[in-house]
């Protein structure tokens, strides 16, 4: 049974956060602190992101002492409104309303929320008293490929459901001037807020088709990425060898997850990739024979947006749509576990 995604949107919070800027107040607020600074300033340039977008001005960050009440704070108000306005935007993409929504999936790993954040929407949304909720936490990065797939299963064992799917995260309330971890410093480069949504349902006709994925889970790997929790708030882990697994590993799981779907790469038309940093993409490229450049729709999400988490890759589908890319897709995402994530799609013109 195949899977419709009717409506799909994306949106950003309202403060705009150049790079240069965030380097020079980074610079100015972290160099202090953390000796080795000075000799990380060039991941800001290299990098490949020009600017993000976040739930707390500039200015918030100048403040060391914010807490993991006053972070968690910025992030619930900053992610109920992006789940309202991402939300409302699928839902006039899909020509549904609220009413007609019978099961929501809410995606986030970056705050905490209960009741959780569709709840919190609810009345302003209008969604029905006897509407499903589906909230997942925990996924990061690959959070978007998998709340899709867990999105697209809930479509096809309820046929005819119209399901909504939400994917929020607010990263910039986690900055740390505290910890002085590496780690710190690359989130500091990298990390955006944003929202995703899509409505998918197994009735009528859409451009974007898609089956349930498959997830490929690495043993022994739980250190790779993720948070520490503390009195002060998350605390990002990601390690620096990210990019050297991917390059090692990815192929073996590309070919795993296929064999699972019963498919096989020749296939597929191309990829949707969490653009997760520019060496990530590099190596993504080179892990799975791809020519360089390929990936560019994942480089132009990357500069435009930064890594916003689990909604970047619904991003890079909805830059796919729009620039009128056709064919089969295979969706796939990294993120904590260590977990790699696979959806396909189909594109039609």
Request: hydrophobic share 45%.
């Amino acid at each position: 049974m195949t899977v419709m995604l009717h409506g799909l949107a994306t949106v950003l919070p309202p403060h705009d956060l150049p790079q240069d800027l965030v380097q020079a107040r980074a610079e100015k607020i972290l160099g202090p602190r953390y000796p080795q600074f000075a000799r990380l300033l060039t991941t800001f340039s290299q990098s490949g992101i020009e600017r993000r977008r976040s739930v707390a001005p500039l200015e918030w960050f100048d403040d060391a002492a914010h807490g993991w009440e006053e972070r968690n704070r910025i992030w619930h108000d900053g992610c109920a409104a992006m789940v309202r306005d991402a939300a409302s935007a699928a839902l006039d993409d899909a020509g549904w309303t609220a009413k007609t929504v019978d099961v929501v999936v809410t995606v986030t790993s970056t705050g905490i929320a209960t009741p959780t954040l569709e709840a919190v929407v609810w009345s302003d949304m209008g969604f029905r008293q006897d509407v499903m909720r589906v909230p997942v936490f925990g996924l990061g990065c690959a959070g978007g490929a998998s709340g899709l797939s867990i999105a697209a299963q809930l479509a096809k064992g309820r046929p005819g459901a119209r399901v909504l799917l939400i994917v929020v995260e607010a990263c910039t309330p986690s900055f740390r001037t505290d910890r002085l971890q590496k780690s710190d410093i690359i989130a500091t480069v990298l990390f955006g807020d944003g929202a995703a949504a899509a409505c998918l349902s197994t009735n009528g006709a859409a451009a974007i088709t898609l089956d349930a994925g498959v997830q490929h889970i690495w043993p022994d790997t739980l250190e790779i990425m993720g948070w520490d929790v503390d009195d002060s708030g998350l605390g990002v882990i990601f390690d620096r060898s990210i990019p050297a697994f991917a390059m090692a590993h990815m192929a073996g799981a590309v070919d795993a997850a296929l064999t699972a779907m019963g498919r096989t790469r020749a296939e597929f038309d191309g990829m949707i990739c969490h653009p997760g940093g520019a060496k990530v993409i590099t190596a993504l490229e080179t892990a799975l024979d791809l020519p360089d450049g390929t990936l560019d729709l994942e480089r132009e999400v990357l500069r435009d947006h930064g890594n916003m988490s689990a909604p970047t890759v619904l991003f890079v589908l909805d830059a796919a749509r729009k620039a009128g890319r056709t064919g089969r897709f295979l969706m796939m995402a990294l993120g904590p576990g260590f977990t790699a994530s696979f959806v396909p799609l189909e594109i039609s013109a």
